[in-house]
């Protein structure tokens, strides 16, 4: 990166953090108790994650993942994006300039796509702290970090506070969508005017109605990651809702939900669901949209519970009836000691 650019950023980051503290207004403590530049950069850290091949993720998410994460406590608990670390057997964690700790997968909360790991040993970084992601609004200013420095640091904007319907079986309620897009998305800090922390990145996509085509980046709010640490610190794991799923990944076409691939050996796949099948109907009821068909499958009882789908298939309409599964035993988890 060229050096005045280095510079600017370097003041942007430094003007933001002062006029937080400043903010808190008579708060000479809160203060004191700002983060520095150099300590919210520390607590960014890179990850890098090996998956087993007979993992169910390992060829469509590979099995060498590589991005960043968040320190949230003093024991060297890691906030990062679910997918890196997702069915992985080995993960390391790099610090600053180059110390690498290995560290363990303690978590991976399927509803909000967040992933949590534990170092092996004191990170000696002080951890960031969580901002409010509810306050967040369209046109505030953030700033976008991953691991590497303020070498990787950009100023960006966000556009935008909507649901986010995933063809994977996935729907996030008020994500928050930046532009412009930063390349190394995954596991992405979005910080705050006082360094606090807002979200994780997740995807790169499409941003319309801005005048012409951007890139941008959708955040998971840091919000929807507060319960799941507080699971963790009282009972030492994350518990998951056992949402029924189906195995099938959707797009939204004319008339219904495609289906563009299913599952090996899910539980659509075991029913006779095949891709290029169109979703009409599920138990009755018409489709819908991504989020009207996953909040219909979520509504009808916990995984386990059978489902019929109407189905257009060769211009011919059929029904199946699929056996849901809790996506977690489909997954293949490495063995722990």
Known sequence: MHARRRVRIGR???ALLAAAALAAGAATTRAAEAPSLGEVVQAIVAIES????EARTAATLGQMRAGSGVVVDE???VLTIGYLILEADEVTITVGEGRQVPARVVGYDSDTGFGLLRAAEPLEVRPIALGDSAGVSARDPVLVLTAGGM???MPALVVARHNFAGYWEYLLDDAIVTVPSHPNYGGAALL???GELLGIGSLAMGVPGLGRPLRGNLFVPIDAAK???AQLRDEGRIHHVSRPWLGVYLQE???GLNVTRVAEEGPAETAGVVAGDVIVGIDGLAAGSLPEFYRTLW???DAGVSVRLALLRDDQVLELTVGTRDRYTWLRFPARD
């Not at 090996?50 to 091949?53: D, G, Y």
């Open 12 to 14: 942007l980051v430094a």
């Open 50 to 53: 090996h998956v087993a091949e």
């Open 75 to 77: 024991q060297g608990l």
């Open 151 to 153: 070498e990787t640091a």
């Open 192 to 194: 705050g005017q006082g």
């Open 227 to 229: 319960p799941l640490l």
């Open 253 to 255: 076409a004319e008339g």
């Open 299 to 301: 509504g009808r009882g």
